[in-house]
């Protein structure tokens, strides 16, 4: 059974730093996989996604990346800003099309 | 483009109660779910539909109903509401079920409080 985890839970950053976040899964046939942010009280907003065939994406600041082998995605986010504070949470897509989603990471960047 | 969209935004039923939450998406998506947030237990798939006229259980499916008579839209019924209903509840749709680019798209959420 795919089993998705995030570590750590909760991240406290200065601004400017650049920062790692990690998403772990068990089993390594996957369709995608997808980070969202989650702003308190709101939706989830996509922010990228990396096929199975991709090893990683890139949108502004934020770079993603898919080792399947080893069943880990990382979301790179450079020169943190205090806007960057959200939950940010990982799903992968599993062969019968289903989302299993991680617990999410909640970062708080501060001034 | 609206995206999508989902009403109400905040809700609170007694218990028995039966409400519709509506979702709907204008971007020609054929897939669109439903999920709950509950703090500690991550998004969980309630209902799930492919495609206009199909439907399908998720996780955690009891107490809800859904039907999609069109494209866009995609109600979830709660038939007789309960306190282990209380949550915020998600919509969402995705262009491409079939393919692994299966970008996913979220409303903005219903926050259900049951009494």
């Known amino acids: 059974k795919q089993e998705v985890t995030q570590i750590p839970a909760a991240l406290s950053v200065p601004e400017g730093e650049n920062l790692v976040l990690n998403c772990s899964f068990t089993?390594?046939?996957?369709?995608?996989l997808q980070w969202f942010r989650q702003d308190p009280g709101k939706g989830l907003t996509s922010l990228l996604l990396i096929q199975s065939s991709q090893r990683e994406q890139t949108s502004g600041r934020l770079n993603a990346s898919l080792d399947k082998s080893s069943g880990r995605s990382t979301l790179y986010i450079a020169a943190s800003q205090p806007g960057d504070s959200a939950t940010y949470l990982c799903?992968?897509?599993?062969?019968?099309?289903?989302?299993?989603w991680g617990l999410g990471t909640s970062l708080a960047v501060n001034p | 483009n609206a995206g999508v969209t989902q009403t109400p935004k905040f809700q609170v039923l007694k218990t028995g109660q039966s409400m519709t939450l509506q979702c709907a998406q204008d971007?020609?998506?054929?897939?669109m779910s439903w999920y709950r947030q509950d703090p500690g237990m991550g998004l969980r798939l309630i209902h799930y539909?492919?495609?206009?006229?199909?439907?399908d259980q998720g996780e955690v499916p009891n107490g809800y109903n859904v039907s999609r008579s069109t494209t866009e839209d995609f109600p979830l019924r709660l038939l007789s509401a309960a306190p282990s209903q209380t949550s915020v509840y998600f919509c969402?749709?995705?262009?491409?079920?079939?393919?692994?680019?299966?970008?996913?798209?979220f409303g903005p959420g219903t926050r259900l409080t049951v009494l």
């Open positions: 969402a749709s995705s262009p491409r079920h079939g393919t692994s680019y299966n970008e996913q798209f």
């Open positions: 089993d390594s046939a996957i369709y995608n």
């Open positions: 799903a992968v897509q599993d062969n019968n099309r289903k989302l299993i």
């Open positions: 539909s492919v495609g206009a006229g199909i439907t």
């Open positions: 971007m020609n998506h054929e897939y």
